[in-house]
């Protein structure tokens, strides 16, 4: 009886090593950018330059690419903005090189592109979908932006307790997983026919990668506990129906942040088969975002 109960005092162990990440760490490593090894053109970076004096840095998501914002930049670009919206090394690539890279890695690459926007320009704007609207919350934790829109920003993964938050149970597991497998049927998704509403023209990585959800996962923890330090003016959006990032995850912000803030809330109907998440993308809201979204840019930066 008694290594029976060794071996539960074991698992039960082994799991809060997974599911709490306790001593975890990661190393940044420096990333290069070379878009000719981008699996389709669409996924490469957009710059549009006007010589306005004003920048939007817009920030893709997880594991998505520049492709999300094509309407966002055309329409930035009309109301005067230079656009910027950069594909971060690794996506839209070769997804074996991705699983080689993590969330810390990343970031250090779009705060030093955002850097050098700020040694061009005046103002300098940030928004962010998903896993973008993550690090955007980030920069003006570190950089004070001149202000900041998130669009399906999580702040949390799984919080039951505190939160009662739950975005996958089997991430608990995740970093277990990842010792042993890097990825569970990767590839590559080049537009989505199932889709609808702007959706199928999505580019970026399919599958699961446990090793880089458990980077993202363990650097959301810093993010959430800095939110009250944030100074730059914020515009939350999510949608109440979001199937990626859990609606929760705004009422957090919402309860937590200190800056100046506005909220949007969205709610999709049945009607659009996709995961309610990537609003900028999606035909039947992206006009009336983007009116609220250059409207909220202009406001604080006049």
Not at 14 to 22: E, I, K, M, V
Not at 75 to 97: K, M, N, Q
Not at 174 to 191: D, T
Request: net charge neutral; proline share 4%.
């Amino acid at each position: 009886m008694c290594w029976i109960l060794l071996v539960i005092i074991l698992l039960i162990l082994f799991y809060l090593w997974s599911a709490c990440l306790p001593l975890y760490h990661e190393k940044t490593e420096k990333l290069i950018s070379d878009e000719s090894k981008c699996f389709d053109p669409g996924c490469k970076s957009i710059v549009i330059r006007q010589d306005s004096g004003k920048a939007v840095l817009m920030i893709h998501g997880y594991p998505t690419t520049p492709a999300m914002y094509r309407y966002a930049a055309e329409r930035l670009r009309e109301a005067g903005w230079d656009v910027y919206a950069p594909l971060i090394p690794s996506f839209g690539t070769d997804w074996h090189d991705f699983e080689k890279t993590n969330f810390s890695s990343w970031y250090a690459w779009i705060e030093g592109y955002y850097r050098n926007l700020r040694k061009e320009y005046s103002t300098v704007c940030v928004i962010g979908t998903s896993m973008g609207g993550a690090m955007a919350l980030k920069l003006a934790e570190r950089e004070k932006p001149d202000a900041i829109v998130t669009v399906g920003a999580p702040v949390v993964y799984n919080s039951l307790f505190r939160d009662y938050v739950i975005t996958d149970w089997i991430s608990y597991l995740g970093r277990i997983i990842a010792l042993f497998i890097p990825s569970l049927g990767a590839g590559i998704v080049k537009g989505k026919p199932e889709s609808n509403d702007g959706n199928e023209e999505w580019l970026g990585y399919k599958g699961q990668f446990p090793r880089q959800g458990v980077s993202l996962i363990w650097n959301l923890k810093a993010i959430r506990k800095n939110l009250a330090i944030i100074t730059s003016p914020v515009l939350s959006i999510h949608d109440k129906g979001d199937r990626t990032v859990p609606f929760a995850n705004q009422g957090i912000i919402r309860r937590e942040i200190k800056a100046e803030a506005e909220f949007i809330v969205t709610e999709m109907g049945e009607e659009c088969h996709h995961t309610h998440h990537a609003l900028l993308m999606y035909h039947s809201v992206q006009a009336e975002l983007m009116d609220k979204i250059i409207a909220f840019l202009s406001s604080h930066t006049l």
